[in-house]
């Protein structure tokens, strides 16, 4: 079986058919299907019209973290069970005892450990300033003593950090294969459904490891979250891939500090942070996160390439895309790149997967190029097309708006959009219909 999708095959083969990892499959003993689900004996559900069916508006309670509830959709839904996923060290097992302390101020936590002790835990709740006696904690590895444990304690919020580390004896193979976290994660949301009490698992991302990834259990699951970040940088953000209660297009930030992760109220202030103003190759731009914009810096270096293929590196930044935007810049606004290396990276450390931040990336390097300086008050949006048209983008208002309040004072930003963004006293609004009309608004021709 393979312990990155769950591919099954008879035999030992070097790459998993299923999805093309190498080295891993691993052996694991099948087991026979449980009787109930071979099907058989009679029916006892019946088809109603959708109609008919009784529409409860959902309960959902908050976890004490604005940015946790904004991401699953408004808080958290009793009886569903959300898979966290992250790599080691991203802050996971920090954001869920936050959560359980906050919550077990309501209603009583279960917090299940299978990775460290209940002093190892102390130790931790201690830095974070958690001192709720509603948090229950527990080392536990066994899902058949887990279940029982939520049948003892009747709690809230149950969290089982990780998934991996639990099992059953029901199957042979070992803890954390594909077997064990899938057949344990399924009795576990079952008995969230049963107790329709809400359940935390942690998941693990590795890719060479032996633990089973989370990508089995996304398809058993309600909600999908995963906790990424920058190890050198301290903060995170936290996206939902898959939610059956809400949208997925929703972020949180957090910022981690010596007492825990502290909510990012305004990502863009920090995104922005530590600028340094007259220097040419910076420019601003206003990304959307789901409903909230982020305003974020490009920085640009563009320098001449001393010999043969100039080299084109990028952070933040797709690599094919900044291929389309100097094909563009060469072509259509006459910058000879072809013999400069280009660096583009986004401060801070945000990625700017949107189109709508070509123009600003487009200015930032004819700013170094040019070495004149991009007007540190200016935020810019839009599109770039191939023939070097700026091409509309969306929630263009919403993104003035954000630049407004943070003090910019003009927008560039595309013609057709020009006109919904005005409306803002500080702030001017500059249409612009080509990347040529940008730049000599931009950089001052
Ligand atoms: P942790 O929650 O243990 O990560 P995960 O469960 O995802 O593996 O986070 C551990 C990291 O966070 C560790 O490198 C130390 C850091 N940290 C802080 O900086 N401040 C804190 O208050 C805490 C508890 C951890
Ligand atoms: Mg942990």
């Not at 958290?76 to 069970?81: D, H, K, L």
Request: proline content about 4%.
């Amino acid at each position: 079986m393979c312990h990155e999708c769950g591919y099954e095959t008879p035999r030992w083969l070097g790459k998993c058919p299923g999805c093309g990892a190498w080295g891993a499959l691993t052996e694991e003993v099948a087991t026979r299907p449980a009787a109930a689900s071979s099907g058989g004996g009679p029916v006892a559900s019946s088809p109603v019209p959708i109609t008919e069916i009784e529409s409860t508006s959902e309960y959902r309670f908050s976890s004490g973290s604005l940015e946790l509830d904004r991401v699953l959709g408004g808080g958290i839904v009793p009886g569903s069970v959300v898979l966290l996923g992250g790599d080691p060290g991203i802050g996971k097992s920090t954001l869920l005892l936050q959560v359980s302390n906050a919550v077990s101020t309501s209603f009583p936590v279960l917090y299940v450990s299978g990775e460290e002790s209940a002093r190892q835990i102390k130790l931790r709740a201690e830095r974070l300033q958690v001192r709720s006696p509603g948090l229950l904690v527990v080392a536990e590895v066994d899902v058949e003593r887990i279940e029982q444990h939520i049948d003892d304690v009747r709690p809230g919020l149950v969290v089982v950090d990780s998934i991996q580390t639990v099992y059953t004896r029901e199957l042979e193979s070992a803890p954390g294969s594909v077997s064990q976290v899938r057949e344990c994660a399924g009795r576990l949301l079952r008995k969230a459904k049963e107790a329709q009490v809400p359940i935390f698992l942690v998941g693990h991302v590795t890719k060479t490891g032996v633990l089973a990834g989370p990508r089995v259990l996304e398809h058993v699951v309600d909600t999908v979250l995963y906790f990424e970040g920058e190890r050198h940088h301290s903060f995170r953000i936290l996206r939902a891939v898959k939610n059956r209660f809400g949208s997925t297009n929703e972020i949180g930030v957090f910022e981690m500090s010596d007492s825990g992760l502290v909510e990012v109220k305004n990502p863009s202030e920090l995104f922005l942070s530590g600028r340094v103003r007259e220097v040419s190759g910076l420019c601003v731009t206003a990304s959307m996160e789901g409903s909230r914009p982020i305003l974020a810096e490009i920085e640009a270096l563009v320098c001449s390439a001393p010999f043969g293929t100039p080299r084109r590196t990028t952070t933040g930044v797709d690599a094919s895309r900044l291929a389309i935007i100097l094909a563009v810049l060469e072509k259509r606004a006459g910058l000879l790149l072809s013999s400069h290396d280009v660096y583009v990276s986004v401060a801070g450390g945000a990625r700017l997967d949107e189109r709508a931040s070509d123009l600003a990336i487009a200015c930032a390097i004819a700013s170094s190029f040019k070495n004149a300086i991009c007007d540190p008050k200016t935020v810019i949006i839009g599109e770039v097309g191939l023939s070097g048209e700026v091409r509309a983008a969306s929630r263009v208002d919403t993104r003035v708006a954000e630049a407004a309040k943070l003090g910019f004072e003009r927008c560039i930003v595309p013609l057709a959009n020009a006109r919904a963004a005005e409306g803002h006293d500080s702030l001017r609004v500059e249409g612009v219909a080509t990347v040529g009309e940008a730049l000599e608004i931009a950089l001052g021709g």
